[in-house]
């Protein structure tokens, strides 16, 4: 199975892959800042980010242009997806989307 | 002062302009937990040495509020995967073959000529010293000489005090 570039970019956060497509997820009903994406992905996938790991993937993202900030709101700045984020995101749900699907077929037939 | 404002003290100048009152507003002020520590540490390692993230910060800095098309051309322009030339690799492989093979034969020299202690630390500094010594050229080339200065003369004078403390016992 061939792997699209944008599978390649997302994989080039190395260890901050898991958090940015986390971030990428909470980001994708809507603005968020800090503080609420943490609390939405440890409540939809189980996994609380530390602060380090939060800036660090949302730097990462920002450089990348996926998702941008908004204007500041009191003290906390919500961000949003930008259009290629949204691109950048339904590619690798559908990446592993067609992996789930391998993987419950070979427990199927196993 | 609270704990999560002395840890960001750690992060960069540029980053704390950028994530510093966000930064603060998430975390909160409520006691930190071992790992919220170990990892808002290792943010600011990372923030120190990731170009991605200086990227980011420092794009933000040159950008007036609202200068957003700026923003968004400056980054795409600073936008690179590659930070160090096959050059670059190739001089610091140079430079680690060449440290370690002269901390060696200075080591076993060393050794055989009444300073062990001297010796041990030099065989042991052989490796290690060498890789760090390299890593101007390939993984801290572009990040400012002071944080080059820290990372490679700090963690070369750990090396040498462990070394020491190694060959007396």
Redesign the interface.
Known sequence: MGRDHRDDLLA?LGRFSEPALYILISLADGPK???AM?QDIEMVAGQKL???????A???L????WI?PLP?E????PYQLTAAGRRVLHHRLESLRAVARIGRARLAEG | MAA?ERLLRLYPRA?RER?G????????HDALHP??V???????I??WL?A??R???R?WRLAPSGG?AML?SM??C??T?MRFTTRDSLIGAGVMLGVTLVCSVVGIAARRNGWPVTGEILKSLAFPGSLMLSMPFTFLKGQPWKAQVVIVGGTLSLLVAIGYIAALI
């Open positions: 080039d800042h800090g503080y943490t530390g602060p380090g790991t939060l800036y660090g949302i730097a990462r920002e450089a990348r242009q941008e500041a009191d003290r906390r700045r | 999560s980053w994530y009152e966000e930064f603060l507003a998430t975390v909160g790992q919220q170990i990892d808002i540490v290792s943010g600011a990372d923030a990731s991605d993230v990227q980011a910060t794009t957003k968004k980054m795409a600073g936008q995967k």
